[in-house]
């Protein structure tokens, strides 16, 4: 086994090309005709998108392991396999009609990254390992990031046991369904597991492009909230109730989702953005008075105060419609995280691993939530970014180049390598409150 690089090797060359086409075989594995992509939770899609990168990791030569929801670990052996692993990974599942490289360039570019090391002999100073993550995307149950909250302990097992889809089956039915049996109270890391973490995503927004930048080094993720409205009415003939007389919910409703869009435009912060992506309107014809709607609003910020004010103007607006349109409207929140902030010295590793690949890199903040806002719980944390193009993401026409994700894969090879060998302190970037 030979012994940990010196300072003075090449930088880690990754295969372009087949990353590329390990990327296109994925995406080909979808509930939906290409361009677009669809792999939601525990699907027949999901399943096999698993283990499609089960095979690259297993053929790269790394080791195997999937918790009791459905989190595969692939790990490279380090010169000492005692120490906390460097971690790095993101998702395979795909929302309806999205792209190909939201979550997967975070999971395929980290097996190519270690597969990279192995292949040039290269042992690092402790073991590496890529989490694909389960659920990262809210679809199934209404929750995003479930892997990594039971992981870090952000969740309780029990709280998503009870999580249910809209056909009405449970969390805990369809993952036992799924093959993914063992107790969800395994899940959680023990503290320290990782000594760091870094994600490798696309930016899935403009300003890398606009910028001509190659990468991205993160310094926070903003903190996303959600939540899920039931309006109660009264329904009728559409035709015989006169307007005075009507509760009209899906009118409610409206009201309620532009001023979702009013709060986020005038929180007095740029970063703060707002949407009702859920309406559900009953009963659904066309003569008919709505009588019920459930409605799901996304709220976030950078910054946690600026998100809260926000939402304190929307309960205002729902009060409001509760009192002038006689309208009932129950509110649950679904999720209200805090933000997470980087680790430096993770900050700084990546932009010194851009720089030995002679890549411009640029600051930033994640728009997007990842599974790196939850394990900033327990590990000090980063993220690198590449470009997507026009900031599209969420849509089939998600793009980012080959030589664009290879370069983001080779930064993410020399940052890990470079954590191996001298590691953040666990409390750099610890998130947790108080
Ligand atoms: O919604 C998000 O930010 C992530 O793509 N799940
Ligand atoms: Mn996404
Ligand atoms: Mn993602």
Redesign the pocket.
């Known amino acids: 086994m030979s012994a940990p690089r010196s300072a003075t090797a090449d930088p880690i060359a990754i295969d372009a090309a087949r990353l590329w086409d390990e990327l296109e075989g994925l995406a080909r594995i979808s509930a939906l005709p290409a361009p677009a992509v669809t792999r939601v939770l525990y699907t027949e899609e999901d399943l096999a998108g698993r283990a499609y990168v089960r095979r690259l990791a297993e053929e790269a030569g790394l080791a195997v392991r999937v918790d009791p929801v459905g989190n595969a670990f692939y790990r490279l052996e380090g010169a000492d396999p005692s120490l906390p692993p460097i971690g790095t990974g993101s998702h395979i599942d795909a929302i309806p009609n999205a792209g190909k490289y939201?979550g997967t360039v975070g999971v395929l570019g980290g097996v190519a990254a270690l597969r990279a090391l192995k292949e040039a002999g290269r042992v690092p100073a402790r073991p590496l390992e890529v989490v694909a993550f389960t659920s990262?995307?809210p679809t199934r149950f209404g929750l995003?990031c479930v892997g990594s909250r039971l992981m870090a302990g952000a969740i309780a097992p029990d709280a998503v046991r009870a999580l249910e889809d809209d056909a009405g089956r449970s969390f805990e039915e369809v993952r036992q369904a799924a093959g993914f049996t063992g107790a969800l109270e395994e899940v959680r890391l023990a503290p320290g597991h990782y000594a760091a973490f870094v994600e490798l995503h696309v930016e899935q927004g403009p300003r890398l492009e606009a910028a001509g930048v190659p990468i991205g080094a993160v310094t926070a993720i903003a903190a996303?909230a959600s939540y899920a409205l039931e309006l109660e009415g009264e329904g009728g003939h559409a035709g015989a109730v006169l307007m005075p007389r009507r509760k009209d919910a899906f009118a409610a409703a409206c009201e309620i989702a532009l001023a979702v869009e009013r709060a986020a435009k005038q929180s007095g912060s740029p970063d703060t953005v707002g949407t009702c992506g859920v309406c559900r309107v009953h009963p659904g014809a066309i003569n008919s008075i709505p009588s019920c709607v459930h409605l799901e609003i996304d709220l976030r910020d950078t910054e946690l105060a600026s998100r809260e004010r926000a939402f304190a103007e929307i309960e205002a607006a729902i009060e409001a419609v509760r009192r002038e349109r006689g309208v009932r409207v129950d509110v649950r929140t679904i999720n209200a995280d805090p933000p997470a902030v980087s680790a430096p010295r993770i900050v700084e590793a990546v932009e010194a691993a851009a720089a030995a690949h002679e890549l411009a890199s640029q600051r930033l903040v994640s728009r997007?939530?990842h599974d790196t806002l939850f394990m900033a719980r327990v590990a000090p944390t980063g993220m690198i970014f590449v470009p997507s193009k026009d900031g599209v993401s969420h849509r089939p026409d998600e793009y980012t180049a080959p030589e664009e994700i290879a370069q983001g894969a080779a930064v993410l090879a020399e940052t890990m390598w470079a954590l191996a060998e001298n590691p953040p302190s666990a409390r750099e970037g610890d998130t947790r409150d108080g």
Do not use: N, Q, V
């Open positions: 939201d990262e995307e995003g996303p997007a939530y």
